[in-house]
């Protein structure tokens, strides 16, 4: 089975600041990696597939990037709104899985 | 609009069994793979298991493999979970999501989510 292993579990940042979270895979996955935000209380959202795909609707701050073992998203100025957790997911082929996650917090 | 309604949840005792029912609308729910994310208290989320649009494949996480069944019903546009000997662990909100493909696989819509409680 792939194993994802996400980068930091968890990040202090302030408004305007370029935020990089990192996932990798026990092997490779080409890019068949996906990025999802979750606020406290809500359901999670796409934001990225296919590793660097922006989902429709999503602001263009958000990027994700990377193909393989090593994938980095990253939300190029941080807004108010960003505050949530983030979990990376591959789908290459069942069972998928999911980061454990990075919660982003105010600093 | 695409809705997707959970239920079925509730507090069951280790090795007890449940069923979780998911009412979708607003969209072809037999063009759809579906799929069953769940969630611990407090933690990340795990893929639980798929289905293909007419029921022939399915795919389950080793954590559930011989003990959940994941089923549908087009005729009723429901998305079904058969949850057999639960463990504490499993103690979880189960969400109904929606796949789709688009050069790879993502998990497009999302319920709410119906609460499962394993406790004595």
């Known amino acids: 089975d792939i194993q994802m292993t996400q980068s930091p579990s968890s990040l202090s940042a302030s408004v305007g600041d370029r935020v990089t979270i990192t996932c990798r895979a026990s092997q490779s996955i080409s890019n068949s990696l996906n990025w999802y935000q979750q606020k406290p209380g809500q359901v999670p959202k796409l934001l990225i597939y296919g590793a660097s795909s922006l989902q429709s609707g999503v602001p263009s701050r958000f990027s994700g990037s990377g193909s393989g073992t090593d994938f980095i998203f990253t939300i190029s100025s941080l807004q108010p709104e960003d505050f949530a957790s983030y979990y990376c997911?591959?789908?290459?082929?069942?069972?998928?899985?999911f980061g454990q996650g990075t919660k982003v917090e105010i600093k | 609009e695409v809705q997707l309604l959970e239920s079925g949840g509730g507090l069951v005792q280790p090795g007890g069994s449940l069923r979780l029912s998911c009412a979708a609308s607003g969209f072809s729910f037999s063009n759809y793979w579906m799929s069953w994310v769940r969630q611990a208290p407090g933690k990340g989320l795990e893929w639980v298991a798929n289905?293909?649009?007419?029921?022939?494949?399915?795919f389950y996480a080793d954590s559930v493999g011989g003990r959940f069944t994941i089923s549908r019903d087009n005729a009723k546009n429901s998305l079904y979970l058969q949850m057999n000997g639960l463990r504490a662990e499993d103690t979880a909100l189960y969400y109904c999501a929606t796949l789709m493909y688009r050069s790879t696989w993502f998990i497009d819509y999302w319920g709410q989510g119906t609460l499962v409680t394993v406790s004595s």
């Open positions: 997911q591959h789908s290459l082929r069942a069972p998928w899985a």
């Open positions: 289905i293909k649009q007419d029921g022939s494949d399915k």
